[in-house]
């Protein structure tokens, strides 16, 4: 049984206060190319479908076409809500698109019954359980455990029928213990809710959403997909893929990945704005990709973000790293506030504030502009 994994779109998402759209049709077009060179016996789809849980029409729309692109594929598609998602709306309809394929989990009600699918080596049981939190366990099986993330989902599980001589196949998004994030993902306080990965030992293989690094979590057969594009800078040494896996008999499970080439990389560049400006530094390269420019000049350039936007016109974050912003100090009252001038409390601001005095020319231009607001003021 070959089955693609996916999960985290997250579609409508906007990273900086750039919308992703096109960048999303771009890679859902490529990962439909995949799936058709791969012919899979099901695509599992593990979760966060939308950014959010009223999403825009543009995701809405995004989403419906690739589903009608893989029902023509005749591809078994399996899909869950995640912590992102409304399960309600997102299983929308799911009854009626059952006939074409596509499966999708109703809201959590207790009950978790699986699709099975049949091989050379026999049945595969496909369980599909959305995102789910404790209080939610506790209001449906409120005389068992059910306080932290670990015996809710335990709780859940222990209440599906998984045939144990069979192949059985869990689709969830929760985090495991142990898996390691990135800024873009949606963080518990404390980790509470952490899920400890013990809880998937009677499943063959789990097709886990949420984070969003390609990795497994305590076995091979629990895995994160990750997200099919950056989404955060912190994401920007991961390579994307599609985790493709086969599972033949009982116990024989193989795993690879197929790379995604995005429309627009995420890179970090550092260096003076002279460096970052020159032609011969950049000539060459992917000027159009989505940059998180970090300069080394001492001095604050006037208009970097317009100036610099000239040569990366998807400049999404600019940040400064220098002896001001390496040292932090306290700015506190001043004593004898009565006794100073304007121009010496602003003075002593500027050099609290930016570890370091002004120079003569910033001086002068500071007392012009006092000199100009009191003339107006007369």
Request: charged fraction near 30%.
């Amino acid at each position: 049984m070959k089955f693609i994994h996916l999960s985290d779109l997250h579609l409508g998402k906007r990273v900086n206060e750039f919308s992703m759209i096109e960048d999303q049709a771009y890679i859902l077009k490529q990962i439909l190319g995949i799936i058709k060179k791969e012919e899979p016996d099901a695509v599992l789809i593990a979760g966060d479908i939308y950014d959010k849980p009223v999403p825009s029409v543009e995701a809405v729309e995004l989403f419906d076409d690739f589903l009608k692109r893989l029902a023509r594929q005749q591809a078994q598609v399996f899909l869950i809500s995640g912590n992102h998602d409304s399960p309600e709306r997102l299983a929308f309809a799911s009854e009626l698109m059952e006939p074409s394929g596509i499966h999708i989990a109703p809201a959590y009600h207790g009950t978790v019954r699986p699709v099975s699918l049949k091989d050379g080596y026999g049945t595969v049981n496909i369980f599909m359980l959305p995102f789910i939190k404790p209080a939610h366990v506790r209001g449906i099986f409120p005389k068992e455990r059910g306080e932290s993330y670990t015996e809710a989902v335990t709780t859940a599980i222990s209440h599906m029928d998984i045939p144990q001589s069979e192949r059985n196949i869990l689709v969830t998004h929760q985090f495991v213990t142990g898996a390691l994030r990135s800024q873009s993902e949606e963080i518990s306080v404390g980790g509470s809710d952490n899920v400890d990965a013990s809880v998937f030992r009677m499943f063959d293989y789990v097709a886990l959403g949420h984070i969003h690094g390609p990795q497994h979590v305590g076995s091979e057969t629990i895995r994160y997909c990750g997200t099919p594009l950056k989404y955060s800078f912190s994401e920007a040494g991961h390579e994307k893929s599609v985790t493709i896996a086969e599972l033949k008999e009982k116990g024989n499970l193989q795993i690879r990945t197929e790379k995604l080439v995005p429309l627009h990389e995420l890179r970090e560049l550092k260096g003076t704005y002279e460096e970052l400006t020159n032609r011969k530094n950049y000539e060459g390269t992917k000027t159009d990709d989505y940059i998180h420019i970090t300069l080394t000049d001492e001095e604050d350039i006037l208009d970097a973000v317009g100036k610099l936007r000239v040569i990366y016109p998807n400049l999404m974050k600019l940040d400064y790293d220098n002896s001001r912003t390496r040292e932090s100090k306290q700015i506190t009252g001043w004593e004898s506030e009565e006794t100073r001038t304007p121009l010496e409390m602003i003075l002593e601001f500027y050099e609290k504030q930016n570890n370091r005095p002004m120079n003569e020319k910033q001086k002068e231009l500071v007392t012009e502009l006092m000199e100009k607001i009191w003339e107006d003021n007369r």
